[in-house]
């Protein structure tokens, strides 16, 4: 098929993809927007092209995944971002996150164990001149504490509970939003809200997500 009658229909699916996160109850209308401006079959493998904008996520290789839109929209939007906030997100991936906070906030840390997953990344944010991204291969679990405090903290890969070196370098006020579960049983998504009394937890629905690991890859 021509390539251009391949962009038309990437098109139309995008808005499609749209359409369908509207009806299932995403309203910010400055998210929506985000992820029309990015073009998430730059972050699937080539593979899975004709596959970028169904409801679903889908494998990059290394064992991870890129999010289900729905779950990327949901997790964006909990997140109350605005241009001033400063955001921590661990587990960079396939990049497609992290190119749509960039696009919501004024400064995105993002850290991942995968070296090969983090070196593909930072060459989509280069190609879409994504300047407010700054990358780290590192332990996410860790954090990267030298950036802390941070406005916002989302974490793309599950734990059985949130990890308390995260929720140390929220700011006050601040918000994290990541999944707690293990691979073998449901999976909660939590927001978590720092507030002058502590953390206030709430949950948000089921998801399922790759498992949240200490340490980096070795490489190979």
Not at 5 to 21: C, F, G, H, K, Y
Not at 25 to 54: C, K, M, N, W
Not at 184 to 200: E, I, V, Y
């Amino acid at each position: 098929m021509d390539e251009t009658v391949i962009a038309m229909d990437l098109q139309s699916e995008r808005a499609r993809l749209i359409l369908t996160l509207r009806r299932n109850g995403i309203s910010d209308q400055a998210v929506l927007t985000a992820l029309e401006q990015i073009p998430r079959e730059y972050f699937v493998p080539d593979t899975f092209l004709r596959h970028a904008y169904d409801d679903s996520a889908l494998p990059i290789g290394r064992g991870q995944t890129i999010s289900q839109p729905l779950v990327v929209a949901m997790m964006t939007e909990a997140l109350a971002l605005n241009k001033r906030c400063k955001v921590l997100e661990i587990g960079t991936g396939s990049g497609y996150q992290a190119a749509i906070l960039s696009r919501l906030s004024r400064r995105v840390y993002t850290i991942e164990r995968h070296k090969p997953l983090l070196r593909e990344s930072e060459s989509l944010f280069k190609h879409f001149d994504l300047h407010n991204i700054v990358t780290r291969y590192g332990d996410g679990m860790a954090g990267w504490p030298e950036q802390a405090p941070f406005d916002r903290i989302i974490v793309t890969a599950a734990a059985m509970e949130v990890p308390q070196a995260l929720i140390d370098q929220l700011a006050p006020d601040g918000i994290i939003v990541a999944p707690v579960g293990d691979a073998h049983h449901p999976q909660r998504l939590l927001r978590g809200t720092r507030t002058d009394a502590g953390m206030d937890w709430v949950e948000l629905g089921g998801v399922r997500f790759v498992p949240l690991l200490p340490g980096v890859e070795a490489e190979s």
